[in-house]
């Protein structure tokens, strides 16, 4: 069973950064199919950024773009979100996500395509 290990959440203000990574457990980031999603209080889990198996830009969240950046490092086998000009509506808990399946496009969005989840990690963003 594969394991997300989430690490880089933290209290900031608006207009600062974090970055907030991931690391599995097991097997090579680059076969898998990574995302994030993010969860505020009474609200459902929603997408953030996906990024397929195979070369090709990150798929962003229009709520997102702009500001944040999803990369990969094979060398350390971690994926990073790096969160700029954060707001208060970038408060929630944020997750990682992987699947060792190919996902085509259309489908990088949805929850239930995802097999392995990260514990989360708390981002919140207040003056």
């Known amino acids: 069973q594969v394991q997300l290990i989430e690490s880089g959440g933290g209290l900031v203000r608006p207009g600062d950064s974090l970055r907030l990574s991931c690391t599995p457990s097991t097997g090579t980031i680059r076969t898998y199919t990574i995302a994030w999603f993010r969860q505020a209080p009474g609200k459902d889990r929603e997408f953030v950024v996906a990024l397929k198996q195979t070369s090709g830009a990150p798929s962003y969240a229009d709520s997102v773009k702009g500001r944040f950046t999803f990369s990969r490092d094979s060398a350390k086998n971690t994926m990073y979100l790096q969160m700029n000009s954060l707001k208060s509506e970038d408060t929630a808990v944020y997750y990682c996500?992987?699947?060792?399946?190919?996902?085509?496009?259309?489908?990088?969005?949805?929850?239930?395509?995802?097999?392995?989840w990260g514990q989360g990690t708390q981002v919140t963003v207040s003056s």
């Open positions: 996500a992987a699947t060792a399946r190919g996902l085509i496009t259309s489908s990088l969005r949805t929850i239930s395509n995802y097999d392995y």
